[in-house]
């Protein structure tokens, strides 16, 4: 039963994220919004990690599964691809997989210097 409380909580919020993001005069993915809302939501403790621990170390574990589908697809269809498009499909793979670690490696920084900050180390 724990387990169906845990994924009732990341659902909700992925629909509320959803729901909000098409409230927006832009386009803005609902999944990012649901995951902002979570992150507010442990933020000000309104849910508690322990609340959704499990189901995300599902989430997380078995994480690879999920882009088995859309990268099957992409296989099957790189076929449609000519020359041209082939070397921008490829430069933009490499663009944004570079942009995707500066980004990580920023988040995990600011992060780093935040949780040291809380904890009163001053180093």
């Excluded at 386009?27 to 649901?34: L, V």
């Excluded at 995300?56 to 498009?85: C, H, N, W």
Aim: charge should be positive.
């Amino acid at each position: 039963m724990r387990i169906i409380g845990q994924l009732t909580i990341i659902a909700t919020v992925g629909f509320a994220g959803t729901f909000f993001a098409g409230l927006l005069p832009f386009p803005f993915p609902g999944s990012i919004m649901g995951m902002l809302l979570l992150f507010l939501m442990m933020t000000l403790r309104i849910v508690k990690t322990e609340h959704v621990r499990e189901s995300a170390q599902f989430f997380l574990t078995y994480m690879a599964a999920f882009f088995i589908v859309p990268t099957v697809t992409l296989i099957e269809k790189v076929g449609m691809l000519d020359g041209r498009s082939l070397f921008h499909f490829i430069w933009i793979c490499i663009a944004s997989a570079f942009l995707t670690f500066l980004a990580t490696a920023a988040s995990v920084k600011l992060t780093l210097r935040l949780l040291h900050r809380s904890s009163g180390d001053k180093s």
